[in-house]
Structure formats: C-alpha cells, structure tokens
C-alpha cells in the first residue's frame, strides 16, 4: 500500500511545470495557426473577398425581406425576388455613382494639375533664392503633384475595376445565400451573430448617407468644384472608422487651393464644414444609435482595420469592424479563447483573472 502511494507524490509535484508546458505549446500552436491562416487569407483573397462581401449583402437583403414581409403580409417568396431586384439595382446605381465620381476625377485630373503647376509656379517664384535654385525648386515642385495625382488616379482606377471584376462573383453569391436563407433554421450563435451584424449595417449604412448628403450638399453649397464626387467617397470613407472620415475632410483640399473661383473664406468652410459634419456623425449620432451593439474597444478596432487592410486591401478596411465583431462573438463561445473575447472588448481585467486561474 506504501508503494503503492508514495509515486503519486512526484507526479502531483511536477504538474506546476506540465501545465506551464502545455500553456506554452498552446501560445506556440496558436502563433502557427494565426500565420496558417493569414496566409490563407491572403491566398484565397480572390475567392473570400467576394463571398465576404455577398454575405454582408444578403444579411442587409434578408433585413428588408423581413421588413416587407412585416408590412405587407406578402409571403417571402414573393419578397425575396422583389427585394433582390431592387437591391441589385441599388448597388448597380450606386456603382454607376461611383463610377461616374471616379471618371469626373480622372478627367478633371489634367486641369487641376496645370492649376497646380500654376501655383507651384507662383510659389517657388516668391522663394527667397537665387535663379538657378529657384529654377530646381520649380522643377521640383512641378514634377510633385504631376506623380502625386497621376499615382493615386492609377490606385484608385486598379482599385474600382479589381471590384468590378468581382462584381458577378459577389452577384453569384448573393443570389445563392438568399435563395438559401429561407431553408435555414436560426437560432443559437447564427442568430446573435445576425442580430447584431444586421443592427450595425442599418445605422452604418444610415449615417454614411447622410454623411454624404452633408458633405456634398456643403461643398455644392460653397461652390467646390467636384461636390458630389466628393459626397460619394465620404458615404463610402464613412465605413472605415476613424482614418476614413479624416481622409474624406482633406479630400477636397487641393481641389479648394487650387481653384481660383473658390474664396479664401469658402475654402477654409470648405474644410470646416465637412470636419464638423463628420465629427457630429461620428463621435455624437452613431454612438448613440448604434450603442454597444458590437462591444468592441477603439484599439481593437484600429489593429483589426490594419490587419485586414493589409490581407484584403481597401475592402478589407471596410470590413473590418464587421468580420472583427462576428469573430468576438465567435471566441465567446469557447472558454478557452473567452479572455480573447473580452480583450476585444477592452475588458482586461477578465484577461488578469483568466491567466491568473
């Protein structure tokens, strides 16, 4: 019986050590693991992008087919074409929008940079040098906005037909998720999954338009040149948190300094404006509509906008907030991987006493 219980007493001595073990083979697997799967992702972009996207979609479709079946007691197989079709067109004038904003750019492109050139000329001429500095400043000068725009135009252009090339994809798959969702049975993580991904669609949605109604309607208001191209990309700039809204109040600056019909007083509201209009959207209306509906901390969204801007480019950064929310309720479910969960959320006291158990 002695020999018999004495073994014990070493294995329960050494479980400290084991259990440190396993936790550090766990850190290390799941290191692995989140590489695998970045790479993944970054691999099956061509593919995930698109279904990504028409997942978004449908969940914003299937809203309005509840919506309707709601007000009109149609049944949803009626709905759901009704619904699709007008969708689609939806998101065809909104391309077309965006389209027509992007070629407008582009052509008014070559007049901005000689109006450019211009003022770069007046500039380096007011320099303090002497002929032959003054003459490389200028050079200099011209030659920056000249790669400058032609650079972003490029970008940009590669960006919208890259979507484009996608768009039949991503119609392929919504076509199929909403002839599907009829048959699925919602309920448990789906459910909350769907609950708090449609809220944040119909308020994000909401504010980016009347985000760009705003923008547009001061910039036309003021006289800006280019006003609705520039209310377009703050609708769809309003859906990267944070960068995107700064990004959408510079826009129009160079546009402002180097149109001579713009007034000093109507260039600095020019700037105004759109800045005080997308703090009163972004830091007083959609916090208060919105809530804690997605429960995630400013840093935890601010890593995952770069992390899926780097896989996934621009519509990475779209994504992001969404996808990082659905994989916060996801890690929720797993006690495991529970303190990740309310790491996203800020929570860092639960992260304390979970590594501490």
Request: with cysteine; proline share 6%.
């Amino acid at each position: 019986m002695n020999e018999s219980t004495h073994p014990a007493a070493p294995d329960a001595r050494a479980t400290p050590s084991a259990s440190r073990e396993a936790r550090v083979q766990s850190i290390c697997l799941l290191l692995l693991a989140t590489l695998a799967t970045g790479f993944a992702l970054r691999w099956l972009s061509p593919v995930l992008i698109p279904f990504v996207l028409a997942l978004f979609i449908s969940l914003g479709l299937d809203l309005s087919i509840e919506w309707l079946v709601a007000r009109t007691r149609a049944p949803r197989a009626l709905a759901l074409p009704v619904v699709l079709v007008l969708g689609l067109g939806a998101l065809g004038g909104m391309g077309a929008l965006i389209g027509a904003s992007l070629g407008q750019l582009a052509e008014s492109a070559p007049v901005y940079i000689e109006q450019l050139g211009q003022l770069m000329d007046r500039v380096a001429n007011a320099l303090p040098f002497t002929v032959e500095a003054q003459g490389g400043a200028l050079d200099a000068l011209r030659n920056i906005p000249v790669s400058t725009i032609g650079g972003l135009l490029t970008r940009t252009g590669n960006a919208v037909l890259n979507l484009l090339s996608q768009s039949l994809l991503v119609l392929i798959f919504v076509v199929f998720l909403m002839l599907g969702s009829g048959s699925v049975q919602h309920g448990g993580v789906w459910s909350e999954v769907r609950r708090r991904v449609e809220s944040y669609l119909v308020t994000k949605i909401g504010v980016s338009v009347a985000t760009g109604v705003l923008v547009g309607g001061a910039l036309a208001a003021l006289g800006v040149p280019l006003a609705m191209a520039f209310g377009v990309l703050a609708f769809l700039l309003n859906f990267i948190p944070t960068v995107g809204s700064l990004i959408a109040t510079l826009l129009p600056l160079p546009v402002v300094i180097i149109t001579p019909e713009v007034s000093p007083a109507a260039a600095i509201a020019a700037i105004l404006l759109p800045a005080a209009i997308q703090t009163l959207m972004g830091n007083f209306v959609e916090p208060k509509l919105m809530g804690d509906s997605l429960d995630l901390h400013p840093i935890a969204i601010l890593l995952s906008l770069i992390l899926w801007g780097m896989l996934w480019g621009v519509v990475g950064m779209l994504l992001a907030t969404p996808i990082t929310a659905v994989l916060k309720m996801l890690l929720e479910r797993f006690e495991g991987a529970r303190p990740l969960a309310e790491l996203l959320a800020g929570r860092s006291d639960a992260l304390l006493q979970g590594g501490a158990t």
